[in-house]
């Protein structure tokens, strides 16, 4: 048996080294969410092909970094596309100044916002002066902030997708020893909840994910056939992003009243209609009970540790949340059911 004095050391070198590394570890962290969530997909792609393959760890990750730049990248194209016509606003107002939009007149108190407009927003060192005001003097400082975090965001896909290859890698031996290793420190009832944590965290990914990405089509079909510049992007963000509260509906509802009040009331109907089966039934009843199937937990739990999670932990916790969920009913029913 280790000696305390050993262990004190050993406690302490590790808190060292994670402080020192504490700005990769939400990257380490992410590629392990998604080594645990994808494991069997690989397991089952290596016995297929493996043979063939000479690095099958190293194709893998590749694939899933291509699944997850191509999204990034037009999202970065639609964002350039949006910066450009933003920079030609601007030069307009500075030069010509802005008309009001005619959409603004048939609003309640339509002249008033036309004053408002030629005001405060018809010429770009108005609207800039007025972004200032709002943000207390900060627009730089946030705009600078983004940039910083931009580069952060960059740094943890690294480290997230090297993390990822190397539990690939190495999955057969994690997978042989981090059941003996939690059964010696924590007996095999607290393995046994790991394991649960680990089911639930592969069901609430596939829920998450895959409904998401079912929800952001649905949502971006209308947009698009509308016309709609960025209704794939909107749509798409829509249903991934969905499970934050009132997310979905703050970016589907300026569509809709823009498809309105443009003379497009069809497509602003059907875009209504499909936001409110998509919200109301896909986010709030299919998803949690495809979760709840995969965790074996009350919808309703399943529920909160997706939002729970989310404010605790951010994106992340939108995964870990039902994990955590399963794992405190599976330790709860142990220490109240009898023995």
Not at 62 to 91: H, K, N, Q, T
Not at 148 to 172: E, H, I, P, Y
Request: charged share 10%.
């Amino acid at each position: 048996m280790m000696s305390p004095r050993y262990l004190l050391f050993a406690s302490a070198f590790l808190f060292v080294t994670a402080w020192m590394l504490r700005a990769f570890l939400p990257g380490a962290l992410w590629g392990g969410v998604f080594a645990v969530s994808l494991w069997p997909l690989y397991c089952r792609l290596s016995e297929h092909f493996g043979r063939r393959l000479p690095a099958p760890a190293l194709l893998f990750t590749l694939a899933f970094a291509l699944l997850i730049l191509a999204p990034l990248v037009y999202v970065g194209f639609e964002f350039a596309r949006l910066y450009s016509a933003g920079s030609d606003y601007l030069a307009q107002g500075a030069s010509d100044g802005l008309p009001p939009p005619a959409i603004l007149a048939q609003l309640p108190f339509g002249d008033r916002m036309v004053a408002f407009w030629q005001d405060q927003i018809g010429h770009s060192a108005s609207l800039i002066d007025a972004a200032n005001h709002l943000s207390n003097g900060k627009l730089t400082s946030w705009l600078s902030s983004a940039a910083v975090q931009v580069s952060s965001d960059a740094v943890a896909t690294v480290v997230m997708l090297v993390s990822l290859f190397f539990m690939l890698k190495n999955g057969d031996y994690i997978q042989t020893h981090y059941h003996t290793i939690l059964a010696h420190w924590f007996t095999d009832k607290g393995a046994s909840v790991v394991d649960k944590g680990i089911s639930a965290l592969r069901g609430t990914i596939n829920g998450v994910v895959l409904i998401g990405l079912l929800e952001g089509v649905l949502l971006a079909v209308p947009l698009v056939l509308a016309g709609i510049q960025s209704g794939l992007l909107l749509g798409l963000a829509a249903g991934i992003i969905g499970v934050i509260p009132l997310v979905m509906p703050a970016l589907i509802l300026p569509c809709i009243a823009w498809l309105y009040f443009n003379g497009q009331t069809l497509f602003a109907v059907l875009t209504a209609i499909d936001l409110v089966i998509v919200w109301l039934v896909f986010e709030n009843v299919i998803k949690p009970g495809i979760i709840s199937n995969a965790v074996k937990v009350n919808p309703f739990l399943v529920l909160i540790g997706l939002i729970g999670g989310l404010q605790m932990l951010g994106p992340i916790g939108l995964f870990l949340g039902p994990a955590l969920v399963a794992m405190a009913t599976s330790i709860a029913h142990d220490l109240v059911a009898p023995p």
